[in-house]
């Protein structure tokens, strides 16, 4: 068995810079960890005891990890878990909404996107503070620092910073996390309007026009229009 540690240059977590991981003599790998610095160097003092010592710590950070909802593709917190990014992928489909008052569903194509929240924990209650949401080409990668963001294409959605509009609900309460699994379709059961507008290369201002033009086809990533220099790293700066 052998040990893999990095360090990045720009960790998720500055408290838990080292990433390590456990590779196997059959191939199988272990991890990731994270690691203090200070972990790190005490693991290099005494081998192989201090190696076995790390990976006691790691096992025992990695028990109180919070489980993820279905979909999670990156996770930070604070040392105290009193502020928690979660990122997940939410894949290409077909979504029945509603525009305004009207009571009638349209089937619109959404892209490929990610979403991120940002919660607050204080004893036992989690609050949803911030929701923001992009749009990512659909060409089957793996979602990585390097992805490009797109606008998300349309209204409820500040086109300028991705911060999802929750109208009255502006910091909806949860009790863990997995709960976040049907957040989107909290999203999506909300009435459309005209908030913030849409951003599409059809160049039709009005979603209630481009909803005439888009119903019932599957999105197509040519409709969408790219954050300039912007990519999924930026999530997490």
Same mark, same amino acid.
């Given at each position: 068995?052998?040990?893999?540690?990095?360090?990045?240059? &720009?960790?998720?977590?500055?408290?838990?810079?080292?990433?390590?991981?456990?590779?196997?003599?059959?191939?199988?790998?272990k @991890?990731? *960890?994270?690691?203090?610095? %200070?972990?790190?160097?005490?693991?290099? $003092?005494?081998?192989?005891d201090?190696?076995?010592?790390?990976?006691?710590?790691?096992?025992?950070?990695?028990?109180?990890?919070?489980?993820?909802?279905?979909?999670? /593709?990156?996770?930070?917190?604070?040392?105290?878990?009193?502020?928690?990014?979660i990122t997940?992928?939410?894949?290409?489909?077909?979504?029945? /909404?509603?525009? @305004?008052?009207?009571?009638?569903?349209?089937?619109?194509?959404?892209?490929?996107?990610?979403?991120?929240?940002? /919660?607050?924990?204080q004893?036992d209650?989690?609050?949803?503070?911030?929701?923001?949401? *992009?749009?990512?080409?659909?060409?089957k $990668?793996?979602?990585?620092? %390097?992805?490009?963001? *797109?606008?998300?294409?349309?209204?409820?959605? @500040?086109?300028?910073?991705?911060?999802? &509009?929750?109208?009255?609900?502006?910091?909806? %309460?949860?009790?863990?996390?997995?709960?976040?699994?049907?957040?989107?379709?909290?999203?999506i059961?909300?009435?459309?309007?005209?908030?913030? @507008?849409?951003r599409?290369?059809?160049? /039709?201002?009005? *979603?209630? $026009?481009?909803?005439?033009?888009?119903?019932?086809?599957?999105?197509?990533?040519e409709?969408?229009?790219?954050?300039?220099?912007?990519?999924?790293?930026?999530l997490?700066?």
């Amino acid at each position: 068995m052998k040990w893999q540690f990095e360090l990045s240059d &720009c960790p998720i977590n500055p408290a838990y810079p080292i990433k390590a991981t456990q590779l196997y003599d059959n191939g199988v790998q272990k @991890g990731p *960890f994270h690691l203090t610095m %200070e972990d790190f160097i005490n693991s290099l $003092k005494v081998e192989p005891d201090g190696l076995h010592n790390a990976e006691k710590l790691v096992e025992e950070e990695t028990n109180v990890s919070p489980t993820f909802p279905v979909g999670t /593709i990156r996770y930070s917190s604070d040392p105290w878990h009193t502020r928690q990014r979660i990122t997940m992928e939410i894949p290409q489909k077909q979504w029945d /909404i509603k525009y @305004g008052d009207d009571d009638e569903f349209f089937s619109i194509g959404f892209p490929r996107m990610v979403i991120q929240y940002l /919660i607050s924990s204080q004893n036992d209650q989690k609050k949803m503070i911030e929701t923001r949401l *992009f749009a990512v080409l659909n060409d089957k $990668k793996p979602i990585e620092d %390097e992805t490009p963001l *797109f606008h998300f294409p349309y209204p409820n959605v @500040g086109k300028s910073n991705g911060i999802v &509009c929750w109208g009255r609900n502006q910091r909806l %309460e949860i009790t863990r996390l997995t709960e976040l699994e049907r957040a989107f379709q909290w999203f999506i059961a909300s009435p459309f309007n005209e908030d913030h @507008g849409v951003r599409t290369t059809h160049g /039709i201002a009005n *979603f209630r $026009k481009l909803i005439d033009r888009i119903q019932d086809k599957p999105f197509d990533d040519e409709w969408l229009i790219p954050i300039r220099n912007q990519s999924f790293r930026d999530l997490y700066v």
